[in-house]
C-alpha cells in the first residue's frame, strides 16, 4: 500500500493556503438588467476612466507585507489551483492549466526540433531498480512513495511510484539498443512524479508534480555532453524569450549534482523575494546507469561498450516562477508569449438601446485580433460591473484590455490597457478600428509588454547580485536577502559549513564567467572560477 506518512499540508498552520475564500463578487445593479453598469457611457473619455477603477474585490496580501501570502492568495484569486484532499497535493485549475500548456506547446516543438520524440514509460517501478544505482538510491530514498499491496494482495516487489524514471529507462534502453546503429537514442516524456516532500509550496514543491523528463543515450561521451548542453540552452531561451525570466545559467557543485549524474546543469531564476529557484536542469549521467543496468551497445570496431547517457526536465514550478518573477499587488502579470489570453475586451454601456451597437463592435473587434493570431476574449456578462471586470482580468495576468463604449463606438476607435503599466500611464484613448492599424497597435503593445517585464526582471536580478571577496561579505549579503557572487575553489566541507552558517547553497559557477586571476574567498586560494550562492526554494 501507498506509504501513510502524513505531509504537511500545503496551507501554512497560521494562514491557511489556498482555503481563504475571496469576497463574493457584486452583482451588477438592476439598472443592469436593461444594459450593463457602468461608471461612464464611453471609454473614450478619460474623466471616465478615472470611475473605472472601483470593485476592488478579491484583493492579495501585498507582496511587501508578507511575501509568501502574497503569492498563495495570487493563486487563489487568479484560479490556477486549489488544494488537493491528500495533503501536499494540489489540484491545477483551467488557467493554470493552460500557462502549463503554453509551456508545453514551445517546448515540444524544440524538442522535435533537436531530434528528440515523445513516449510514455509505467509510473509504477520495481524497487530493485531504483537499488542498483547507488548514489541514487541514496538520493532519492527520503522521497519515496511505495506501493506494497495491490488486488488486495501483498505484492512479491514493492514498486515505487515514480520519483523520476532513469532506471525504468535504462531497463528498456538495454532492450532496444544492441548497436552504433541504435544511437543515439532520445526521448522525452510528458509525466506525472511523485516525491513525498515535507515541505510543501504550491507549483514550487508538491507531493506530485508535471513535468517533462528527457532522456537520450550516446555512443560517446562528448556526445552526451553536447546534449546536456543543448538541452540547457533550450531551456534558457525559453525562460528570456518566453517566460521573460532572465535565469543564469550554469553548473552545479558536486554537492547540488543530480544523484547519479557526473555533472548537473542548471538555470537559475531570481524570484521576487530575491530567493532563488531551479528552474530547469540537464544531466550528463556518463556511464553510470548504463553501468549499473548493462545498457551496452557494439561499436563499429566490434567492441563492447556502455552508453553516454544524459536526462534533463522542466516541471510546473516554472508557473510559481512566473508568478513570483513578474507578478504585483494587483495579481498574476503574464509576459504576452506565454499567456492562455493575450486581450480581453470588455464592452460597455449605460443604456439598454446602446447595447446592440457595442457588441457589434466588440464582435468585430474580436475577429480581427483572432484572425490576426492573437488570443483574445470577451467578456460581455452583465452580472459583473465593468470595474469588477477590470480588477478579475488584471488579477490573472492578461496583458492587454480593450474597452469599447457607446463614445468609441462613434468614433470608431478602442480604449487600450497595459497590465504592467498602471493608471492612466498604461492608458491610450482612441486607437483606431481600423483592422490593419488596430492589429499592428496591439500587436506592437504585446511586443512592448514582453520586452518590459524581461527588461524589469533583468534589472531587478542584478541590483539584488553582489560580488564579494570574502566570506563575511558573503555573509553579509546573504543577510540582506540578496545573491552573493565570488571566485570559489574551497572543500565539499566548506560549501555545506556556508549552508549551515548562512541557509545558503551554491546555485552554480555561471557559465559566463569573468576575466583575470581570482581568489577564493573562503581560502585565499586560486580561483578558477566564481560561484553564486544565495538562498533557494
Not at 445593479?29 to 471609454?43: D, I, N
Amino acid at each position: 500500500m501507498a506509504s501513510l506518512l502524513r505531509l504537511p499540508s500545503l496551507l501554512s498552520p497560521s494562514k491557511p493556503l489556498l482555503r481563504r475564500r475571496l469576497p463574493a463578487a457584486r452583482l451588477a445593479s438592476p439598472a443592469a438588467s436593461r444594459g450593463q453598469a457602468s461608471a461612464a457611457a464611453g471609454a473614450a473619455a478619460p474623466e471616465a476612466a478615472e470611475t473605472r477603477g472601483g470593485d476592488r474585490e478579491g484583493q492579495v496580501t501585498p507582496r511587501s507585507v508578507d511575501f509568501n501570502a502574497w503569492y498563495t492568495d495570487v493563486i487563489a484569486a487568479a484560479e490556477l489551483a486549489d488544494y488537493g484532499p491528500v495533503r501536499g497535493t494540489m489540484v491545477i485549475r483551467p488557467y493554470g492549466y493552460a500557462i502549463w500548456e503554453a509551456i508545453q506547446d514551445y517546448l515540444n516543438v524544440k524538442f522535435k526540433e533537436t531530434g528528440h520524440s515523445n513516449m510514455y514509460f509505467p509510473q509504477f517501478i520495481p524497487y530493485s531498480f531504483i537499488e542498483k544505482e547507488a548514489s541514487h538510491v541514496e538520493g532519492f530514498s527520503p522521497e519515496l512513495a511505495l506501493v506494497t499491496i495491490g488486488g488486495g494482495k501483498e505484492l512479491e516487489e514493492k514498486l515505487v511510484v515514480r520519483p523520476t524514471s532513469e532506471t525504468i529507462v535504462n531497463h528498456m534502453f538495454t532492450k532496444w539498443i544492441q548497436s552504433y546503429r541504435d544511437l543515439p537514442l532520445m526521448i522525452n516524456q510528458w509525466a506525472n512524479v511523485t516525491r513525498w516532500e515535507m515541505r510543501t509550496k504550491p507549483f514550487i514543491r508538491t507531493l506530485e508534480f508535471l513535468w517533462q523528463e528527457g532522456h537520450t543515450a550516446h555512443a560517446t561521451l562528448e556526445e552526451a555532453e553536447k546534449e546536456a548542453m543543448q538541452m540547457i540552452d533550450v531551456y534558457t531561451k525559453f525562460a528570456y524569450e518566453q517566460a521573460a525570466i532572465p535565469v543564469i545559467p550554469g553548473r552545479k557543485s558536486r554537492v547540488e549534482t543530480f544523484a547519479g549524474a557526473n555533472q548537473t546543469y542548471t538555470i537559475e531564476a531570481m524570484m521576487g523575494d530575491k530567493k532563488a529557484l531551479q528552474a530547469g536542469t540537464s544531466h550528463n549521467l556518463g556511464q553510470n546507469f548504463s553501468r549499473a543496468f548493462g545498457t551496452q551497445f557494439m561499436d563499429e570496431n566490434g567492441q563492447i561498450e556502455h552508453v553516454w547517457q544524459t536526462s534533463w526536465a522542466i516541471s510546473t514550478r516554472f508557473v510559481g516562477g512566473i508568478i513570483m518573477t513578474h507578478g504585483d499587488d494587483a495579481g498574476l502579470m503574464l509576459p504576452p508569449r506565454i499567456a492562455p489570453i493575450q486581450v480581453i475586451i470588455v464592452p460597455i454601456w449605460k443604456k439598454g438601446d446602446e447595447k446592440a451597437a457595442v457588441l457589434e463592435a466588440v464582435d468585430s473587434v474580436q475577429k480581427i485580433l483572432k484572425e490576426s493570431g492573437i488570443r483574445v476574449k470577451v467578456d460581455d456578462s452583465e452580472l459583473r460591473t465593468p470595474g469588477w471586470k477590470f480588477n478579475h482580468y488584471e488579477m490573472k495576468g492578461i496583458p492587454v484590455r480593450i474597452e469599447i463604449g457607446p463614445r468609441d463606438v462613434t468614433n470608431k476607435s478602442v480604449v487600450v490597457s497595459r497590465r504592467d503599466v498602471p493608471g492612466k500611464q498604461g492608458k491610450e484613448f482612441g486607437v483606431s478600428m481600423d483592422p490593419s492599424i488596430l492589429v499592428n497597435h496591439i500587436k506592437g503593445r504585446l511586443e512592448d509588454i514582453q520586452a518590459s517585464l524581461l527588461q524589469k526582471a533583468i534589472t531587478f536580478r542584478d541590483s539584488n547580485i553582489v560580488d564579494v571577496s570574502s566570506y563575511g561579505q558573503l555573509k553579509e549579503a546573504i543577510a540582506e536577502g540578496k545573491w552573493a557572487r565570488g571566485p570559489w575553489s574551497a572543500s565539499d566541507a566548506d560549501e555545506l559549513k556556508v549552508k549551515e552558517e548562512t541557509s545558503a547553497t551554491i546555485r552554480c559557477y555561471p557559465f559566463e564567467q569573468p576575466e583575470g586571476s581570482k581568489k577564493c574567498f573562503m581560502t585565499g586560494n586560486p580561483a578558477e572560477e566564481v560561484a553564486i550562492f544565495a538562498k533557494s526554494y
